[in-house]
């Protein structure tokens, strides 16, 4: 319960884990998270300024939470506790209260730093609370869990939640390629490089967790310089995909996110699910993930889906499959898979109906072909007295004055009158639809004989 250790003094450079040596020390070498901690974000704004306020960070593993916490503890000039969530209970929770009372008697603040703070009972939570809300604490949780579940309410509605994601592939090649430059904490003594197929490799198995990505990289780096010794060269040793594979006990799987690959997998996916194949659509939809396929881009493939091939036949889909798109975003990897799965495999047990796809692509061809027709004088707004002198919205028929809310009437321009684009199925949802627009057009037939025969 002290001021992070500054571990260099306590242990030589050498001897600590590559992700430890790395971990950034000031903003400037933060990486990621620009949304939070970027130039001019509130965050950094208050770091700069030593206005630390308390927060909540929440995010996967690795994604910087304790080391935005070491970057507080070195840049403000108030006294910063470490606490361990996992270690200390409410006696240790009270020695740090009378310590910050002693503290805040000589002019200084104290910041605490709650490590995996959702480890805390409520009973624990509730023993900083008071003094969280008087000012005498003020609280850095750090937690991989939802804060909604984890922390109490009145505990969290005194705290900003400080989201933080899964680093994104350019993110973690910078992270790769200052580990490799670095020559005092790093392993840039070495002369050390990375194929592409390595960096794809090392990228894939972290899943966006930098921690990860350094510690496979030290692991791979270590087997390369045992099986290839010292440089007999200025040129660097490489390290393969091969090394990284045997470091982590690993396979890469083929994959070019850039190249044919990559349209082959989610062609096989697309088909899969338009074929209702679940047991395919799931092996597709893995292969593409455990490769390094941006998870969001297969979802927003998904999202397209549902209303291509399925469209109005299972209206379901489509609010099913953004849900888990937003439940992906919110939990992130690995476990948000498990959210794209799930629509996956509802997709592909769907009633299928491209009717919607068909209908808008019809409705294009039209348009190109007959440019901007125009809008028929009965359907258009009449804000003005020159307008409905004009004849704007002259006839009109509204819709709720008439039984069931219809009314035979056309809406379409002149020169479209009687095109059909849409033409539902009889499969499911769809049924339905069709019935009532059959219903319909049957009735505006009918309408439109009586008016040609001049019948009242």
């Not at 005498?136 to 949780?141: E, N, R, V, Y």
């Not at 007999?232 to 850039?258: H, T």
């Not at 036949?313 to 489509?318: K, N, V, W």
């Not at 008439?402 to 020169?415: G, I, S």
Request: aromatic share 8%; hydrophobic share 40%; net charge neutral.
């Amino acid at each position: 319960m002290d001021l992070f250790t500054d571990s260099e003094n306590t242990t030589t450079v050498e001897s600590r884990p590559l992700a430890e040596r790395m971990r950034p020390q000031t903003l400037e070498e933060f990486v990621g998270q620009s949304a939070v901690a970027g130039p001019g974000s509130l965050l950094a704004e208050a770091i700069r300024n030593d206005r630390i306020f308390s927060m909540i960070l929440w995010g996967p593993p690795g994604t910087g939470k304790t080391t935005l916490a070491r970057i507080v503890a070195h840049s403000t000039r108030s006294h910063f506790v470490h606490f361990s969530a996992v270690l200390s209970g409410v006696k240790e929770i009270r020695a740090v209260i009378e310590e910050a009372r002693e503290k805040l008697g000589q002019g200084k603040r104290t910041i605490l730093f709650v490590d995996e703070i959702h480890r805390f009972n409520k009973a624990q939570q509730d023993a900083f609370l008071h003094h969280v809300e008087s000012g005498l604490l003020t609280l850095i949780g750090a937690t991989t869990e939802n804060p909604s579940f984890e922390v109490i309410s009145a505990l969290l509605s005194r705290c900003r939640v400080v989201t933080l994601r899964p680093l994104a592939e350019e993110e973690l090649r910078i992270v790769l390629r200052r580990a490799l430059e670095d020559k005092r904490r790093g392993l840039g003594r070495h002369r050390l490089a990375l194929s592409e197929a390595a960096v794809a490799h090392l990228i894939q198995v972290s899943g966006g967790d930098a921690r990860t990505l350094l510690n496979s990289l030290e692991m791979a780096s270590f087997l390369t310089l045992a099986r290839q010794g010292p440089p007999a060269d200025s040129e660097p040793r490489m390290i393969e995909v091969g090394d990284v594979e045997q470091a982590l006990q690993q396979k890469a799987l083929q994959y070019d996110k850039a190249g044919e690959e990559h349209y082959n997998l989610i062609s096989a996916f697309h088909k899969s699910l338009r074929g209702s194949d679940p047991d395919a659509a799931l092996y597709w939809l893995a292969r593409m993930l455990m490769a390094g396929e941006d998870p969001l881009y297969v979802a927003r493939r998904m999202v397209r889906f549902a209303s291509e091939d399925i469209g109005n036949a299972d209206p379901h889909a489509l609010p099913l499959t953004m849900a888990a798109m937003e439940a992906f975003r919110f939990i992130g990897p690995p476990e948000g898979e498990l959210c794209l799965a799930q629509a996956a495999v509802y997709l592909a047990t769907a009633v299928k109906s491209n009717s919607i796809y068909s209908a808008y692509g019809q409705v294009r061809e039209v348009i190109q072909t007959t440019g901007t027709l125009p809008v028929p004088l009965h359907i258009r707004n009449a804000p003005t007295t020159l307008m409905r002198s004009l004849g704007y919205g002259r006839n009109y028929k509204y819709a709720h004055d008439y039984q069931d809310a219809f009314v035979p009437q056309h809406y379409l321009p002149e020169k479209l009158r009687g095109t059909l684009f849409y033409n539902p199925t009889e499969r499911g949802y769809e049924k339905l639809i069709k019935q009532r627009v059959d219903h319909w057009r049957r009735q505006l037939g009918r309408t439109e004989a009586r008016d040609r025969n001049g019948d009242t």
